[in-house]
């Protein structure tokens, strides 16, 4: 457990929980405590799903404005830049569905932690965006990347060249967002749909995840490739086995899974 971030387990599901006072700026210790948690969940048999979470009234407004502002592009260049990438990239890697649960301000950097989820449920009163550009910036921690491939280039155009915060149901009606509920209900929406991946076929649902996700970093022939060759590989598991025999002896949907 970090002094910013802490990792909470229950039934299957763990949340990652920002916990910077007042905003969750995130600064290079928080960054640092994400990459912790982030393995730890990876790593961890007994979580099935993971949910990121900043608490009832905010997600994460952004990187921590006073600690980069004093740096020169010397500076920059070397470690702080990489660490933005690292962190957010050990994020999207954990091999495991995962649910961000936006509440208050997703912005800059807090919308790029949320875009390294598989899914994003947020708060009827959310607010997200990449705002860096009004700080003569562009988004540094993955923003150009995963939203223009969640969203579309011209979406991602339109919210980072004009730096505009978005409410939550425009940002449900451009699918930055997959679910819009009441403020005071996101983290339990998040945890209740986190807990339909608890018990599953947890190898089958990494190599899903890896397969589509690295297929859309590459061609479509490419992409196939690494489908058959993920698809092939889980016929080696006691899941596959398993599952299928119990489709053939009792139907679909009866099939209890090991993780193996």
Do not use: C
Request: glycine share 12%; no cysteine.
């Amino acid at each position: 457990m970090g002094e910013f971030v802490r990792v909470e387990v229950e039934d299957g599901v763990a949340t990652i929980r920002l916990d910077r006072p007042k905003m969750n700026a995130l600064n290079g210790r928080v960054q640092r405590e994400l990459i912790d948690a982030a393995r730890q969940v990876s790593q961890d048999d007994e979580v099935g799903a993971v949910v990121l979470y900043g608490g009832e009234k905010v997600f994460a407004a952004g990187a921590d404005i006073k600690e980069m502002a004093p740096m020169s592009y010397a500076e920059m260049s070397g470690a702080p830049s990489r660490l933005l990438q690292d962190f957010t990239r050990e994020l999207a890697a954990i091999p495991k569905p995962v649910i961000a649960a936006i509440t208050g301000y997703a912005l800059g950097g807090g919308l790029e932690v949320a875009l390294t989820a598989d899914f994003r449920v947020a708060g009827e009163g959310a607010k997200v965006g990449q705002p860096e550009i009004q700080l003569g910036i562009i988004p540094g921690a993955g923003g150009t990347q995963r939203l223009s491939r969640l969203i579309g280039a011209s979406r991602a155009k339109d919210l980072i060249f004009s730096g505009r915060h978005v409410k939550a149901d425009e940002a449900l009606a451009m699918g930055l967002v997959d679910r819009v509920v009441p403020d005071a209900e996101v983290y339990t929406a998040a945890k209740e749909w986190a807990a339909t991946f608890t018990g599953g076929p947890a190898i089958a649902l990494r190599a899903a995840k890896q397969a589509i996700d690295r297929g859309l970093e590459v061609d479509i022939e490419t992409g196939l490739e690494i489908e058959r060759t993920q698809f092939a590989a889980l016929f080696a598991t006691d899941d596959q086995a398993g599952g299928m025999k119990s489709f053939m002896e009792e139907g679909p949907g009866k099939a209890k899974f090991t993780g193996r």
